[in-house]
């Protein structure tokens, strides 16, 4: 009789405190049912963003490799270049010293040598004393620009 009494007492507050804790876990799992849903939308959103950074990464990857394969390419051109520009230097040099050992002894290798006129019209060409592009006019002079014929001498501006 005395656990039926207390058993009736008790039942109230226990019934009560069963269903408080009963709602306290279900207002507990609600939450944490809305947190799994934020947390998965923005997984979603950093998945995408990764997707997007994969993709950049990659364009980025191939642009890093034509830029590495042209630079190899300038600087096998440039290679190219040198070993050209030295042949040059060593055919030039060559050419030098044979047209030196010719002219040693050359009877027109003195000062007062008059040049012909086609030697100053390669050197006047393109340049200021080649005014209309055609040449010099007048005969040979030892001094390039200037010109010893009076008839054809250009009045000063």
Same mark, same amino acid.
């Given at each position: 009789m005395?656990?039926?009494a207390?058993?009736?007492?008790?039942a109230p507050?226990v019934?009560g405190?069963?269903? $408080?804790?009963l709602?306290?876990?279900?207002?507990?799992?609600?939450?944490?049912?809305?947190?799994?849903?934020?947390?998965l939308?923005? $997984?979603?959103?950093?998945g995408q963003?990764l997707?997007q950074a994969?993709v950049t990464?990659a364009e980025?990857q191939?642009r890093?490799? /034509?830029?590495?394969?042209d630079?190899q390419?300038?600087?096998q051109?440039a290679l190219?270049?040198q070993?050209?520009?030295?042949q040059?230097?060593?055919?030039l040099?060559?050419v030098?010293?044979?047209? /030196?050992?010719a002219l040693k002894d050359?009877p027109?290798?003195?000062?007062d040598?008059?040049?012909p006129?086609? $030697?100053?019209?390669?050197?006047?060409?393109?340049?200021v004393?080649? /005014?209309?592009?055609?040449g010099?006019?007048g005969?040979a002079?030892?001094v390039?620009g200037?010109?010893?014929?009076?008839?054809?001498?250009?009045?000063a501006n």
């Amino acid at each position: 009789m005395i656990s039926e009494a207390i058993k009736a007492k008790l039942a109230p507050w226990v019934i009560g405190g069963a269903l $408080v804790l009963l709602g306290i876990l279900a207002g507990t799992i609600a939450w944490l049912m809305a947190e799994r849903d934020q947390l998965l939308a923005d $997984v979603a959103k950093m998945g995408q963003a990764l997707n997007q950074a994969k993709v950049t990464n990659a364009e980025n990857q191939n642009r890093i490799d /034509e830029l590495q394969a042209d630079i190899q390419w300038r600087d096998q051109k440039a290679l190219e270049r040198q070993q050209r520009q030295r042949q040059q230097a060593r055919q030039l040099a060559a050419v030098q010293s044979e047209l /030196e050992e010719a002219l040693k002894d050359a009877p027109c290798s003195g000062p007062d040598y008059l040049w012909p006129d086609a $030697v100053f019209e390669r050197m006047r060409e393109d340049t200021v004393s080649d /005014e209309d592009g055609s040449g010099p006019a007048g005969s040979a002079s030892p001094v390039p620009g200037t010109n010893t014929d009076p008839g054809t001498a250009k009045p000063a501006n």
